[in-house]
C-alpha cells in the first residue's frame, strides 16, 4: 500500500507540537553561539589587521632602507667599493629602521659587505674581500651605547660563502627590477631571511646587487604584544602552512623565536599543515576551522597577509567564549530530554523509512545522472506513490541517456552545466591555447586497412582522450586520424598554456607507451601543433544542432604548426604565445621562423622538449642549434651548417638539425639574393 507526501507531511505535523519546545531551544542555543562565534571573529579580524599593518611597515620600512641606499650609490655621493663611507651609510640605516636585520652588498667578483643587527644591544659588520687575508670572513662588533655605536671587537674565519652561488645576487644581477625573495644561509646564520633586492647601475655599469632583510623574529617580538581574546595567541603562516613566526617578547636577531611551544603552537601548526599544505584545500580567501586537541577544541583563523602567501593564524580556545553558553544548555537539555526524546525518535524513524531513504537514494541516481554514470540506476520502491513515480521517472531518463553518452563528451557536458553555458549558439573572445594532434602516414594506413583502421586507431584515440583529460583539457573534436583540444574554456585556467605543453607530452609519451603498431609492426607516431592566444569560443551552431567549440587565427595557426612539423622530423611545434605564457616552466628551443596559410605575419615557432621540472639528462645540444639559427638567419652559412651538425652529434640523431644544416648548405652553394630573409614559406603546405 502506498500513501501520498500529504499524509506523509501531516503526520510530521503532528509530531511537530511535541519538538516546538526542543526547536525553540535549539534555536536559542545557535543564536548565542553564533553571537560568540561573530565575537570571535571580530577578534581575529583586528587582529588580522594589526598583524596585517605591522607586516607592511616592515616590508616598507625595508624597501625605504633600499631606496635611500641605491639612491646614495646611483647619484654616485659614494662609491660601492669605498668601504668607510658604505659602512656608515648602512650603520645609519640599521640605526633609523629598527624593523630591518640586514643590508648586505654582493659584487660580480664574488665580495661580499653586509651590516647585520644583532638584537637591540648593537650590531655587526660583514666583510668578504679577495684582499682580505685571502677571502676570509672578517666581522667587526660594535655596541649600540646612547647616541652612538662603539667598536668592540675585531675577527677573522675561514668561509667558502659567494653571493654569486644564491638565488637573491642570480637572480637579480641580469635584471633591471627589484623585488622581494628569500635568502638563505647568509654568513654566520641558517636563518631563512625575506629579502627585498634589486641590482645598483651607477652610470649604466653594474656594480652589483643591493638587498635589504628581514628577520620574522622581530615579528614573533610583535606578536607577542598581541591577545586574542583572554587565551588566545596570534601566530604567522607562511604559504606551506609552516610556523614561521611565535609570540615571543625575547625574540630578535640573536635570540630566536621559540618554537614549538604550547598547544596553542601545536594547533597553529596543524592547522597550517592542513589547511594551507594540501593544495586542493588552499582557498586564497580567509580561511577559519574547528580545531580539537586532547579534547579541547580551539577557533582557528586564517587571514591572508599579502606577502610571499603568509597568513596570520588566530588561536582562541572555544572555552574562552563557549563555557557559559554550554552550561546553560546541559541544563536545558536535562528537561527537555524527558519530553522530547519520544516524539523525536519516532518521528526520525517514520522520516527516515518513508521519506528521507527513498529520496536520498533518488539522489544519488540523480547524481549518478549529472556524471553521465547511468548503469547503475533502477527503480526504487517506495510507499509514496510520488517517490515511486519519480524513481521510476529517473530510471526511463538514464536508459535514454545511456544510448547518448558514446556520442556525447561526458566531460565537456558536466563543464557546460557547471559553468552555466545555455543551450544556443553564440560565444565569448576567450585566451585559450589549441592542440592539434596526427598520425603520420595515416592516409595510406587507411587505403590499406580499410574498415579495420577504425580498430587500430582506437587505442590511439583512448590515449590521446586520456592525456588531454588528464591536464584539464577540452576534447573539441576527432576527425579522421587527428584530435583537437583547447584549454581555458569552459572552464577558466590561468595556466592553459603549461597544461596544454603537459598534455602533449604525456600524449606522445602515452602513444609510445601503449605500443600501438600498424600493419606491418611500425610503432605510430603523431605530431602535435599549440598555438595559444584570443578565440571565439561557444555554442557555434544552428538552434538545431550546435557544436562546442573555438574558432579564429590562433585555431588556424595551431593546426598549421602540426603540419609544419613534417619539415622539420619533430614532434611538438608551439607558436609564440603559447612559449611566453608557458614561461619557465617548459624547456624548448626557437627552431625557425615560418609563414603558414591564411596568415601573413611571420610566426617564430618552438619545438617543445620537456617540462621544467621534468628534465632528463642534458640539453646542451639545444644553445648549439640557436648558434647555428642566428648564423642561419645572418647569412653565415657554413657557420650554420657547422653548428646544426654539432648539435645533431650531441643529440645523437636530430631531424631538424639534418634539415637545416641542408639547407645552410643549398644556400652555400646556391647563395641567396641580397634581400633573403630567413624565413620558410609552409604556405604550399596548407
Not at 606522445?508 to 600501438?516: K, P, S
Request: proline share 4%.
Amino acid at each position: 500500500m502506498r500513501i501520498s507526501v500529504g499524509i506523509a507531511v501531516s503526520l510530521l505535523v503532528a509530531f511537530s507540537i511535541g519538538v516546538s519546545t526542543f526547536i525553540v531551544h535549539s534555536l536559542w542555543w545557535t543564536t548565542a553561539r553564533d553571537n560568540s562565534r561573530m565575537l570571535a571573529a571580530e577578534i581575529n579580524s583586528q587582529i588580522a589587521n594589526t598583524v596585517r599593518i605591522e607586516v607592511g611597515t616592515t616590508l616598507r620600512s625595508a624597501e625605504a632602507a633600499w631606496a635611500a641606499v641605491r639612491t646614495i650609490f646611483v647619484q654616485n655621493v659614494i662609491a660601492t667599493r669605498q668601504a668607510d663611507k658604505r659602512e656608515f651609510v648602512f650603520l645609519s640605516q640599521l640605526q633609523a629602521q629598527p624593523n630591518t636585520s640586514w643590508i648586505f652588498f654582493g659584487w660580480p667578483d664574488g665580495n661580499f659587505f653586509a651590516s647585520h643587527r644583532l638584537g637591540d644591544g648593537g650590531l655587526e659588520m660583514i666583510e668578504i674581500d679577495k684582499d682580505i687575508r685571502d677571502r676570509m670572513l672578517r666581522t667587526d662588533r660594535y655596541i649600540f651605547i646612547p647616541g652612538d655605536i662603539q667598536f668592540e671587537e675585531r675577527s677573522f674565519s675561514e668561509t667558502s660563502y659567494d653571493p654569486r652561488e644564491h638565488a637573491w645576487f642570480g637572480n637579480f644581477m641580469g635584471l633591471s627590477s627589484n623585488g622581494w625573495i628569500e635568502a638563505r644561509d647568509l654568513p654566520g646564520t641558517d636563518k631563512t631571511v625575506y629579502a627585498y633586492a634589486g641590482p645598483i647601475d651607477v652610470n649604466r655599469t653594474r656594480q652589483g646587487v643591493l638587498a635589504v632583510a628581514i628577520e620574522t623574529d622581530r615579528l614573533s617580538r610583535f606578536l607577542a604584544s598581541l591577545t586574542p581574546g583572554e587565551f588566545g595567541a596570534a601566530f604567522i603562516l607562511d604559504a606551506d602552512g609552516k610556523v614561521i613566526a611565535v609570540p615571543d617578547a625575547e625574540a630578535d636577531e640573536v635570540t630566536p623565536a621559540r618554537m614549538g611551544e604550547g598547544d596553542l603552537y601545536e594547533v597553529a601548526m596543524i592547522s597550517g599543515e592542513t589547511l594551507l599544505g594540501d593544495p586542493e584545500a588552499n582557498t586564497p580567501g580567509p580561511v577559519t576551522k574547528r580545531v580539537v586537541i586532547d579534547g579541547v577544541p580551539y577557533a582557528v583563523a586564517l587571514t591572508p597577509l599579502g606577502f610571499y602567501g603568509w597568513r596570520v593564524a588566530t588561536v582562541i580556545p572555544e572555552a574562552a567564549f563557549f563555557s557559559e553558553i554550554d552550561k546553560t544548555q546541559i541544563d536545558l537539555i536535562y528537561i527537555l530530554i524527558a519530553v522530547v526524546v519520544a516524539a523525536t525518535g519516532l518521528a526520525i524513524w517514520l522520516v527516515r523509512r518513508v521519506v528521507a531513504n527513498p529520496l536520498a537514494r533518488i539522489s544519488e541516481d540523480l547524481s549518478r545522472i549529472e556524471s553521465f554514470d547511468v548503469e547503475r540506476i533502477s527503480r526504487r520502491p517506495s510507499k509514496l506513490s510520488e517517490l515511486a513515480n519519480l524513481s521510476a521517472a529517473t530510471a526511463s531518463m538514464a536508459a535514454g541517456l545511456s544510448a547518448f553518452r558514446k556520442y556525447v563528451p561526458t566531460d565537456l557536458v558536466r563543464m557546460l552545466v557547471a559553468e552555466g553555458i545555455k543551450t544556443q549558439p553564440g560565444g565569448d573572445m576567450k585566451q585559450i591555447s589549441v592542440l592539434f594532434c596526427d598520425v603520420t602516414g595515416f592516409t595510406g594506413l587507411s587505403e590499406k586497412l580499410g574498415p579495420k583502421i577504425v580498430q587500430l586507431m582506437e587505442p590511439f584515440f583512448s590515449a590521446a582522450s586520456a592525456a588531454i583529460a588528464r591536464h584539464d583539457g577540452t576534447i573539441d573534436k576527432f576527425m579522421g586520424d587527428a584530435v583537437m583540444a583547447f584549454w581555458g574554456a569552459p572552464r577558466k585556467d590561468i595556466n592553459h598554456a603549461e597544461n596544454a605543453c603537459r598534455a602533449a607530452l604525456d600524449l606522445v609519451a602515452a602513444v609510445d607507451a601503449a605500443g600501438i603498431e600498424d600493419e606491418v609492426g611500425n610503432p605510430l607516431r603523431v605530431r602535435i601543433g599549440l598555438n595559444s592566444g584570443e578565440a571565439l569560443v561557444g555554442n557555434i551552431g544552428s538552434e538545431q544542432r550546435l557544436n562546442y567549440t573555438a574558432i579564429g587565427d590562433v585555431v588556424n595557426v595551431a593546426s598549421r604548426l602540426e603540419g609544419a612539423n613534417k619539415e622539420y622530423g619533430t614532434l611538438i611545434l608551439i607558436g609564440p604565445e603559447t612559449r611566453r605564457e608557458a614561461g619557465d616552466a617548459i624547456v624548448v628551443r626557437e627552431l625557425d621562423t615560418l609563414t603558414v596559410f591564411g596568415r601573413i605575419k611571420e610566426l617564430v615557432v618552438y619545438e617543445l622538449i620537456a617540462m621544467a621540472d621534468g628534465i632528463d639528462g642534458s640539453h646542451a645540444w639545444i644553445e648549439t642549434y640557436e648558434q647555428g639559427l642566428a648564423h642561419y638567419r645572418a647569412g653565415r652559412f657554413e657557420q650554420a651548417a657547422a653548428a646544426f651538425e654539432a648539435a645533431d652529434r650531441a643529440r645523437g640523431g636530430d631531424p631538424a638539425s639534418a634539415a637545416m644544416s641542408s639547407r645552410a648548405r643549398d644556400l652555400m652553394e646556391s647563395p641567396p639574393s641580397p634581400d633573403w630573409r630567413a624565413v620558410t614559406n609552409t604556405e604550399k603546405n596548407g
